[in-house]
């Protein structure tokens, strides 16, 4: 077993480092947001058109990659939103087993029909023609458009890096069901993070509703 948390504290090192982009992802697109708004606005004024295709694309591209290499983060970190109002009332070798049985059934199965459905599309996206042969990226069909293919591809690399993160969280559930307090530790800091962000959230929540009021 230590050597099952030895990888998988492994894929949780990979997960953090390369989910430290999403703060460079976010600040880059919320320059290109504001960019895309202020140049739209600016246009109108001066009667010109200022804005691109390539910008607009550029910003849901930004959106696309945050929320696929996002992924592995909020499974590792346990900051998804949770609507199970039982789940919060059991302890920690009870929340294993709901943890575990959901990321065996279902969380695995769909992260791996996900990339299988996604090869194919991807390959043609690349200019894999149905002869094996190859030709041209696809290119967005608005003028100015970007390509296509690197974006797909990101689809296939977001669902890898969720199906190794659940791999590893079901060696820390295992752990905990084997009685190992290190993962218990370590799940149980991750739930303390989940916490703190809906406590953090709800204050934010109340602080709009006070002002609005």
């Given at each position: 077993m230590s050597a099952w948390l030895r990888l998988s504290r492994v894929i949780d090192n990979i997960t953090d480092r390369l989910s430290g982009l999403i703060s460079v992802i976010?600040?880059?697109?919320?320059?290109?947001?504001?960019?895309?708004?202020?140049?739209?606005?600016?246009?109108?004024?001066?009667q010109q058109t200022l804005i691109s295709n390539e910008l607009i694309?550029?910003?849901?591209?930004?959106?696309?990659?945050?929320?696929?290499i996002g992924f592995p983060y909020l499974l590792k970190h346990n900051v998804n939103v949770r609507v199970d109002f039982l789940y919060s009332r059991l302890g920690p070798r009870q929340r294993a087993i709901v943890d575990l049985a959901g990321t065996v059934l279902f969380l695995l199965p769909f992260s791996l029909l996900a990339i299988y459905v996604s090869i194919n599309p991807v390959l043609a996206s690349w200019g894999r023609l149905p002869d094996g042969s190859w030709g041209p990226w696809e290119v967005s069909s608005d003028a100015g458009g970007l390509p296509?293919?690197?974006?797909?591809?990101?689809?296939?690399?977001?669902?890898?890096?969720?199906?190794?993160?659940?791999?590893?969280?079901?060696v820390k559930y295992v752990a905990i069901l084997a009685g190992y307090h290190e993962a218990e530790a370590a799940v149980m800091e991750a739930e303390t993070e989940q916490a703190a962000a809906e406590e953090l959230a709800r204050e934010i929540e109340e602080e709009l509703q006070h002002h609005r009021a």
């Open positions: 976010v600040v880059l697109a919320v320059i290109a947001g504001f960019l895309n708004a202020a140049l739209r606005y600016i246009g109108q004024y001066a694309q550029t910003q849901w591209y930004l959106f696309s990659l945050l929320f696929l296509l293919a690197p974006l797909k591809t990101l689809i296939i690399v977001g669902f890898f890096g969720l199906f190794m993160q659940g791999l590893a969280q079901i």
